[in-house]
C-alpha cells in the first residue's frame, strides 16, 4: 500500500493566528455563535450587495431563505474551523460599537492560486467601507500571516462624494 501524504497544513503549527485586527473604522475578530443575531441581520439586509460584491459570483450565498438557526449553525462551523486552524472567519465590526458590519474568509484555496483564498463584505450601508476592508485586511494579510500569495479579488474605490 502507497504511503499516504497528508495535506500541508493551511498554517504553521508554531504561528500564532491573530485574533483582531483594529482601524479607525473597524474591528476584526473572529466570528462565533455569540454574532449570530447582529451577522443574520448585516447579510440579510444586504444580499444583493454581497452577490454583487468580487470574490461572490456564483449567487449560491447569501441564501434568503437561510433561517437563524441555519445561520447559528454555520457560525458554529466557522468557529470550529477556527478552532482547528482549517480556516479562519473573522467578523467586522463598526469602531466604537458592536455592529456587525459585514465578514473576511481567510481559507485554503480552492485552486493552485495562492497560500490562501480571501474574500470579504460589508452590509450594503456600509459601501464606503469596502475598499478600505479590503486594503487593511491585504496588508495584515502581507505583515502578521504567513502567506507568500493570497489570492483576494480587487475592489474599486468608490466613487468621490459630491
Same mark, same amino acid.
Given at each position: 500500500?502507497?504511503?499516504?501524504?497528508?495535506?500541508?497544513?493551511?498554517?504553521?503549527?508554531?504561528?500564532?493566528?491573530?485574533?483582531?485586527?483594529?482601524?479607525?473604522?473597524?474591528?476584526?475578530?473572529? @466570528?462565533?455563535?455569540? *454574532?449570530?443575531? /447582529? &451577522?443574520?441581520?448585516?447579510?440579510?439586509?444586504? =444580499?444583493? *450587495? +454581497?452577490?454583487?460584491?468580487?470574490?461572490?459570483?456564483?449567487? %449560491?450565498?447569501?441564501?434568503?431563505?437561510?433561517?437563524?438557526?441555519?445561520? @447559528?449553525?454555520?457560525?458554529?462551523? *466557522?468557529?470550529?474551523?477556527?478552532? %482547528?486552524?482549517?480556516?479562519?472567519?473573522?467578523?467586522?465590526?463598526?469602531?466604537?460599537?458592536? %455592529? =456587525? +458590519? /459585514?465578514?473576511?474568509? =481567510?481559507?485554503?484555496?480552492?485552486?493552485? &492560486? /495562492?497560500?490562501?483564498?480571501?474574500?470579504?463584505?460589508?452590509?450594503?450601508?456600509?459601501?464606503?467601507?469596502? #475598499?478600505?476592508? *479590503?486594503? #487593511?485586511?491585504?496588508?495584515? @494579510?502581507?505583515?502578521?500571516? !504567513?502567506?507568500?500569495?493570497?489570492?483576494?479579488? !480587487? %475592489?474599486?474605490?468608490?466613487?468621490?462624494?459630491?
Amino acid at each position: 500500500m502507497a504511503a499516504h501524504n497528508p495535506p500541508a497544513a493551511f498554517v504553521p503549527d508554531d504561528f500564532t493566528v491573530p485574533l483582531e485586527l483594529v482601524t479607525q473604522d473597524f474591528r476584526l475578530e473572529p @466570528l462565533g455563535p455569540q *454574532h449570530n443575531e /447582529g &451577522d443574520y441581520e448585516a447579510w440579510t439586509s444586504s =444580499i444583493d *450587495h +454581497i452577490r454583487a460584491t468580487p470574490g461572490f459570483p456564483d449567487g %449560491r450565498w447569501p441564501r434568503p431563505d437561510m433561517t437563524p438557526d441555519e445561520n @447559528l449553525a454555520d457560525l458554529r462551523r *466557522h468557529a470550529a474551523d477556527f478552532a %482547528r486552524r482549517a480556516g479562519f472567519t473573522y467578523t467586522v465590526v463598526a469602531s466604537g460599537s458592536d %455592529r =456587525i +458590519i /459585514g465578514c473576511v474568509y =481567510i481559507y485554503p484555496p480552492g485552486s493552485a &492560486d /495562492g497560500d490562501a483564498d480571501v474574500r470579504s463584505w460589508v452590509r450594503a450601508d456600509q459601501t464606503n467601507l469596502d #475598499a478600505a476592508v *479590503h486594503d #487593511a485586511v491585504s496588508a495584515w @494579510l502581507a505583515t502578521a500571516w !504567513p502567506f507568500t500569495a493570497v489570492s483576494y479579488a !480587487p %475592489r474599486t474605490p468608490p466613487p468621490p462624494a459630491e
